[in-house]
């Protein structure tokens, strides 16, 4: 059985004795695993590390805002990068998930080692977890989805790797956040590719804002409904931009319009999943919510697909 304490205990032990006398930056995401790395390797590192989340333009809303005071209640030293301009400009043109992945993969790894030069870092940690390896065709098995992070990176990587929640699963990160009291524990799972895989098509700063939009509100009457107890909070829910266009009306006109699919999933690790199944009332709040408020949209349609066949993630 797990047991969080002497994981803490242990991990710390092996960040210090991996980094040493030397210095490392931390990729953070406000997202309940690379937080956790942040704390574990503040403890092993201290003044030696310093955290970097880097702005990418594809965050949900607020988002910057709200890993800053994560960030500053930890104690951490971190830096925040707007590179909104560099990441949109390698997405540009590119529609294959797989691309998608490997091209923000490699735009972070140098953001990371520029930073690093710049604090005389010679590692990189990451918050990784077991899911993360498997799925991106670690340990033998077939890659389903690169994750940025593993499958993601370029080869010429010119840091060493600190990645010490990469034998985790998602609910053991959890037990671990909560026993380091850190803020983000029972936050859902967030990609760390983030609003680019639910952007079906090209990722344009236009189809971002109204994904960001759409998951604001997917999440947001969500909570509203849960808190109200008509059901109960999902393991992960937000909304997928689709890259298709219907015929819808608006007044007595005619609206051709994009479409929005709410996803909710139940899961305990990532590796599996079942579709939560909202209530139509809810379903019919965010509908109605989202076409009103969202004049671009038409249509919105719900995902009923488990894991496997499908993913949580649409991409």
Same mark, same amino acid.
Request: hydrophobic share 40%.
């Given at each position: ?43 092993? *590192? ?11 333009? *594809? ?31 390698? *997405? ?119 994904? &960001? ?27 997928? *931009? ?7 009306? &608006? ?11 709410? &996803? ?52």
């Amino acid at each position: 059985m797990f047991k969080a304490e002497p994981f803490i205990n242990e991990k710390i032990k092996a960040v210090e004795d991996q980094v040493g006398d030397g210095k490392a930056i931390i990729a953070v995401s406000g997202g309940v695993d690379s937080m956790v790395c942040a704390a574990l390797a503040s403890k092993a *590192l201290g003044k030696n590390l310093l955290a970097i989340f880097v702005n990418t333009g *594809l965050m949900r809303k607020d988002e910057p805002e709200e890993v800053r005071d994560m960030l500053t209640e930890i104690g951490i030293n971190f830096k925040i990068i707007d590179a909104q301009k560099e990441f949109f400009a390698a *997405l540009k043109g590119i529609t294959d998930p797989e691309a998608k992945r490997k091209a923000i993969g490699e735009k972070f790894i140098r953001v990371f080692e520029k930073e690093a030069k710049g604090f005389g870092a010679g590692y990189l940690v990451q918050g990784t977890i077991a899911p993360d390896c498997i799925e991106s065709g670690g340990n033998g098995k077939k890659t389903i989805k690169s994750h940025h992070n593993v499958g993601g990176l370029p080869e010429d990587v010119g840091m060493g790797l600190v990645e010490p929640l990469k034998d985790l699963y998602k609910e053991e990160v959890r037990e671990v956040a909560r026993k380091l009291n850190v803020k983000s524990s029972e936050r859902q799972p967030f990609p760390g590719p983030a609003l680019a895989v639910r952007c079906l098509g090209e990722v344009t700063p236009g189809n971002i804002a109204t994904v &960001r939009e759409a998951c604001f509100i997917v999440e947001d009457e969500i909570k509203k409904a849960a808190k109200a107890g008509k059901m109960k909070l999902p393991w992960q829910y937000f909304a997928v *931009l689709l890259p298709v266009r219907s015929v819808g009306v &608006r007044g007595d006109e005619r609206a051709y319009g994009k479409t929005v699919v709410v &996803r909710a999933v139940e899961s305990a690790d990532g590796m599996t999943a079942t579709h939560a199944d909202i209530p139509g009332s809810v379903l019919s709040a965010i509908s109605k919510r989202i076409t009103s408020d969202m004049e671009d949209i038409n249509r919105v349609v719900y995902d009923i697909t488990d894991k496997p066949p499908g993913t949580i993630e649409w991409e």
